[in-house]
């Protein structure tokens, strides 16, 4: 989930965010079995549906060679996934992970600026209520000390 905000602060960013996966999960148990399949199908047609400009089948193509994965055809391969492999139980599963304070992974990127890049304690203390309510947080200031400390995923699909 990206969110930018020049209003709200990372904190309460997070919080919102996952106040709305909480209600999402809660949402996704009451759906009925019907419900669930359709918007399942929906999904997928979406992603069959081909690219209608260059700047988007350029786009797509540049994404797929930054992360040196050559495959151009994912749209298809993930309406497939969705098709016959997801259910009900797999999305409440990764929806469990992202809320579950034990296996959760955020990343929060803040840049502070405003009223707080003169006045130090604005920013520590964000950064300190950040630390209090994510007690896991760890504060890193490049690109390399991050990629340092951190496994990361690779594509399901």
Known sequence: IWLVSSKVKPSQMCQKVLSFLG???????????????????SLAL???EPERTLHGIQSAAWAELQERSDIFHRPLREAVALSLRVCREDVLRLVDGMIS??????????????????????????LETFRKE????RLVTSRDEFLSQTGCYESFV
């Open 134 to 137: 994510h007690s896991g947080c």
């Open 23 to 41: 209600q999402f999960r809660q949402r996704m148990v009451e759906m009925s079995e019907e419900d669930f399949t359709s918007n399942l199908r």
């Open 46 to 48: 979406q992603k069959m």
């Open 101 to 126: 304070e034990v296996d959760r992974r955020l990343i929060v990127v803040a840049s502070i600026g405003g009223c707080a890049k003169f006045c130090e304690a604005g920013a520590r203390g964000e």
